[in-house]
């Protein structure tokens, strides 16, 4: 005799985007580091927004102003016409020496290019998986209705 079962309807892609998106964010918030994101960062972050998008990309620590203005290109693109509003981004490496004073003022740069009303929040914290050189983005891109 055959059974019915009840099965659950597929997963849309945007769930499966939603289930990728909250993955990076735990990710986020279970990294400790010399710059740490937490809870309350990522619950102000989500705040007032309706579209969220996210995108995690690996590079060489020398390019990491050019990983990140690659990443918000990119974010910006794929959700245009609507405006980025807040960005969250989380920054990795095999060892807090290897982001250095010089590559936060390029990134500041990159930063600046945005809307001045945007808001940020980022971290940085080390990643032993990592090899020497080697760096982790995950950004968040919070866009308008």
Do not use: R
């Not at 309807?9 to 580091?33: C, F, N």
């Amino acid at each position: 005799m055959l059974q019915e079962t009840t099965k659950s309807p597929p997963a849309t892609l945007k769930e499966k985007h939603m289930v990728e998106i909250k993955k990076y964010i735990e990710e986020i918030i279970e990294t400790s580091g010399f710059i740490n994101i937490d809870n309350h960062d990522v619950d102000i972050f989500l705040q007032n927004l309706e579209i969220v998008d996210a995108i995690k990309v690996n590079g060489q620590s020398n390019s990491v102003e050019e990983l990140l203005a690659d990443a918000l290109k990119t974010l910006q693109e794929k959700n245009s016409p609507h405006k980025c509003i807040k960005i969250l981004f989380s920054i990795k490496s095999s060892n807090i020496g290897e982001i250095t004073m010089d590559d936060m003022n390029k990134i500041s740069e990159v930063l600046s290019q945005c809307d001045e009303e945007i808001s940020v929040v980022w971290g940085l914290s080390t990643n032993d998986k990592l090899n020497q050189g080697e760096i982790e983005l995950i950004i968040l891109c919070g866009f308008d209705k």
